[in-house]
């Protein structure tokens, strides 16, 4: 059973920035497994914003592309997302996950059915 545990997240004005972490326990899965980051805002789905392969190679949503960065420290399984520039519309609470991605972000989906508690994210003036 693989546990989650995500943090790093809190209160920024609008263009500001965060590093959020998420550490895997249970199994070493971010050095065998693509992993992600998903984001969910009150009254919206789940959805996917980054992920990163075993190989080091990175995707991420079009609406997150050039001011998030996924990254990974497979010794120490974990897996961060550094978010600059934010927006209001970033405002969600965010969680990782292993993702099960071939070369296509939209038809991506978790891996596991856990999840973490996730970290706040709240974009405010």
């Known amino acids: 059973q693989v546990q989650f545990v995500e943090s790093g997240g809190g209160v920024v004005q609008p263009g500001g920035s965060l590093r959020l972490s998420c550490t895997a326990s249970?199994?070493?899965?971010?050095?065998?497994?693509?992993a992600g980051w998903y984001r969910q805002a009150p009254g919206n789905k789940r959805e996917l914003v980054a992920v990163?392969?075993?190989?080091?190679?990175?995707d991420y949503a079009d609406f997150v592309k050039g001011r998030f960065t996924i990254s990974r420290d497979n010794a120490m399984n974990t897996v961060h997302l550094q978010i600059s520039s934010l927006k209001p519309e970033d405002t969600a609470v965010y969680y990782c996950?292993?993702?099960?991605?071939?070369?296509?972000?939209?038809?991506?989906?978790?891996?596991?059915?856990?999840w973490g508690q996730g970290t706040q994210v709240t974009v405010s003036s």
């Open positions: 990163i392969t075993d190989a080091g190679s990175t």
């Open positions: 996950n292993g993702v099960n991605y071939v070369d296509d972000f939209r038809s991506a989906f978790p891996l596991f059915d856990s």
């Open positions: 249970g199994r070493s899965i971010f050095g065998i497994y693509t």
